[in-house]
């Protein structure tokens, strides 16, 4: 399990001794106004999840009907993100379907900027509860984060009904209204899952494990000359060096543009500082993006991008190389922008903004130049 998943210690929370964890949200306004539960047992799991395609594929949500949500408009967007968020955090998909189920039912996969008490967001959590503050539980990354947090560590999740996990995360007094949304958010799951990228990077940051400079580096050119970078920031005396070729240019200007925005999972980076997670970016989509802009056209994943332009070796890089880490040379995970003077931006993992970091703490496998 790797980033927030690996920091998760196993802890009993079994469903009759909760009442001594700390993460327990109140019931929300949804289940504290209704408890006649719905019927979806008999949905047609097929028909929703080519529903939902559609609307992931860009058909207009308002002229599409998905049975069981009324604002698909706004509900898919916030599903969407749900499973992107798990997927960063190696959740399977079986956790991902209890995370959507238990956000249907609190607050109908609505960003709610209220609840029962003090509740807010897609999983009613309370800021007086230890979730984290309101503006950070009204953020769907942080609030999907702190619910898989808190299922990882109910010993045998796994095992549980649906109802009950649900339940030992959220402590509703209404636990089994968790399980008439499943069969809705397992459909949700699979179709969403499906259309978010197969071979994307694994939201590893690259920074991790014992780093190795890269091969005929000398200090002046490894990043060591530049004192700590706060993050999202460009660090002081960097300038794109002379004789970089336009069009890296071009792409490097347009990722530092983005320095500081969030990292999403599976986000397409159209949109990094706009109110959708989802049109935030992760590794290869902001190379993908950045080059866009400076009219070269790349693939949509790391384990692509490794295979486009020419290989060039780390001993010879120029500004706008692309640099790929973790995993392998054929199949890396990891992918960065090389930005000359030992520096590289990236954007690195879930919960991480996008950075610039010395090259010294890559362990680079291969190098691609696409200009």
């Known amino acids: 399990m790797k980033a927030l998943a690996a920091g998760v210690g196993v802890v009993f929370l079994s469903p009759l001794l909760l009442a001594g964890t700390a993460m327990l949200v109140a019931t929300s306004s949804e289940a504290a106004h209704s408890s006649t539960l719905n019927c979806f047992s008999d949905v047609d799991t097929g028909h929703i999840a080519k529903q939902v395609a559609r609307i992931l594929d860009g058909a207009d949500a308002s002229t599409v009907h998905v049975a ?10 916030n599903a969407q993100t749900i499973v992107a968020t798990g997927i960063s955090l190696d ?8 995370a959507l189920a238990t956000a249907l039912q609190e607050s109908r ?18 800021p007086s509860q230890n979730w984290g503050t309101a503006e950070q539980i009204r953020d769907p990354v942080h609030a ?36 008439q949304w499943e069969p809705l958010a397992t459909a949700l799951q699979e179709a969403i899952a499906a ?14 494990g014992e780093p190795a400079a890269a091969p005929g580096c000398d200090t002046a050119e490894d990043g060591s000359s530049f004192t700590t970078i706060p993050e999202g920031t460009i660090p002081d005396g960097y300038t794109i060096p002379a004789g970089t070729d336009p069009r890296a240019r071009k792409a490097i200007v347009w990722a530092m543009h983005q320095l500081g925005t969030m990292y999403q999972w599976g986000g397409s ?6 109110p959708d997670p989802m049109g935030r970016c992760d590794c290869s989509s902001l190379m993908q993006q950045a080059y866009a802009h400076a009219g070269v056209t790349l693939t949509r994943t790391t384990y692509t991008q490794v295979r486009e332009g020419k290989a060039v070796s780390s001993r010879a890089l120029k500004p706008g190389d692309l640099l790929f880490s973790r995993g392998s040379a054929d199949r890396p995970e990891h ?9 590289v931006i990236e954007a690195p993992r879930t ?21």
């Open 269 to 274: 980076c159209t949109a990094p500082r706009g």
């Open 109 to 126: 996969l609505r960003n709610l900027a209220y609840g029962d008490r003090d509740s807010l967001g897609l999983f009613q959590q309370r």
């Open 195 to 208: 259309s978010l990228p197969a071979n994307n990077d694994t939201a590893t940051d690259a920074g991790s």
């Open 68 to 77: 069981g949500l009324d604002l698909p408009a706004e509900q898919i967007p």
């Open 335 to 343: 992918v960065g922008m090389y930005l000359g003077k030992g520096l």
């Open 144 to 179: 999907s984060q702190q619910f898989y947090k808190a299922l990882l560590k109910v010993s045998g999740w796994q095992q549980l009904t649906l109802a009950q996990a649900a339940q030992s995360v959220q402590r509703s007094s209404y636990p089994d209204a968790y399980a």
């Open 91 to 98: 959740v399977p998909g079986r956790g991902r379907t209890i």
């Open 351 to 371: 919960g991480k903004p996008v950075r610039i970091t010395p090259v010294k703490d890559w362990d680079v496998l291969a190098a691609r130049r696409v200009t």
